[in-house]
């Protein structure tokens, strides 16, 4: 079994071989965004950007969306959309589900194996599926106990 900092390095020498297929060099500024996603839960652009600037003050909000944008696009790391919310993004590539809270906008994984089994459409959609993701909505522990705590004013 890999122990984390094996599976850290496996990771980050499989970015780099994607990085060089695509003649992208892993600049100081990408590696930035790269090492900041993993540290903040489903962050948005400007999350990302705040967290970076700590380590590197010079970085643009723009490299910071660029960046994420094309590691989305070589599938590095996933950018979740959810309808009427801002583009998150995240580090886990693997199929999970979220929640989300429809008050606060808290987006928190959900790992459900009997959700993973589910059966996908087929031919006759004319596309070919690839992957899925659910997503469940509704309050947070902490607007519910807001809601609550308001309720009985
Ligand atoms: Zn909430
Ligand atoms: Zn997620």
């Known amino acids: ?3 984390a900092r094996d ?6 020498a499989e970015i780099e071989k994607i990085c060089r297929e695509h003649g992208l060099p892993l600049t100081a500024q990408r590696r930035i ?3 900041t996603l993993p540290k903040l839960n489903h962050p948005a652009v400007d999350e990302i950007w705040e967290q970076a600037r700590e380590s590197m003050p010079e970085v643009s909000r723009t490299t910071v969306y660029r960046t994420l944008e094309m590691f989305s696009k070589l599938r590095i790391i996933r950018k979740v959309c959810h309808p009427g919310a801002v583009a998150r993004y995240e580090d886990k590539t693997n199929r999970h589900h979220h929640l989300l ?3 606060c906008g808290k987006m928190t994984d959900l790992d459900d ?10 031919a006759g959609t004319g596309y070919q599926i690839e992957d899925y993701s659910i997503q469940f909505r509704g ?3 902490k607007c519910m ?8 004013l």
Do not use: I, T, W, Y
């Open 1 to 3: 079994m890999m122990n």
């Open 7 to 12: 599976d850290k390095a496996a990771r980050r």
């Open 33 to 35: 965004v790269l090492e």
């Open 101 to 103: 809270c429809l008050r």
């Open 113 to 122: 194996p009997s959700l993973d089994k589910l059966h996908l459409p087929g």
């Open 139 to 141: 309050l947070c522990k």
């Open 145 to 152: 106990a807001d809601k609550k705590h308001k309720q009985n």
